[in-house]
């Protein structure tokens, strides 16, 4: 089994920056992509960003382009999301999650590992 644990969430000023964290545990030698989902009030759980471990490609969702980024302390087990020019469309709770293949996917159905989510929250 894996575990996930984000961290980083919280209150932030529209056009301010937070940085999530998630630590992965476990087997982590399983993982081969991690991704990002976001789940906002009222509205399905979305995709955000995805980044392959070893390769480190990524996918951005279109909304995420240009002001987010994915990276990875393969060390540390931890991946990262910089979230800057943040916008109140932005406040959700992040998901982290993970899955043993290298292919990165947009559906959450796709992903066996999940963190108990963070939450963020952009006031205008």
């Known amino acids: 089994q894996v575990q996930l644990v984000e961290s980083g969430g919280g209150l932030v000023q529209a056009g301010g920056s937070l940085r999530l964290s998630c630590a992965a545990s476990?087997?982590?030698?399983?993982?081969?992509?991690m991704g990002w989902f976001r789940q906002a009030p009222g509205k399905e759980r979305e995709f955000v960003v995805g980044?392959?471990?070893?390769?480190?490609?990524?996918s951005y969702a279109d909304s995420a382009k240009g002001r987010f980024t994915i990276s990875r302390d393969n060390a540390k087990n931890t991946v990262f999301l910089q979230m800057n020019s943040l916008k109140p469309e932005d406040t959700a709770v992040y998901y982290c999650a993970a899955r043993e293949s290298t292919l990165i996917l947009t559906t959450e159905s796709g992903y066996k590992y999940w963190g108990q989510g963070t939450r963020v929250t952009v006031s205008s």
């Open positions: 476990g087997r982590t030698f399983s993982i081969l992509t």
């Open positions: 980044i392959s471990w070893s390769g480190g490609r990524t």
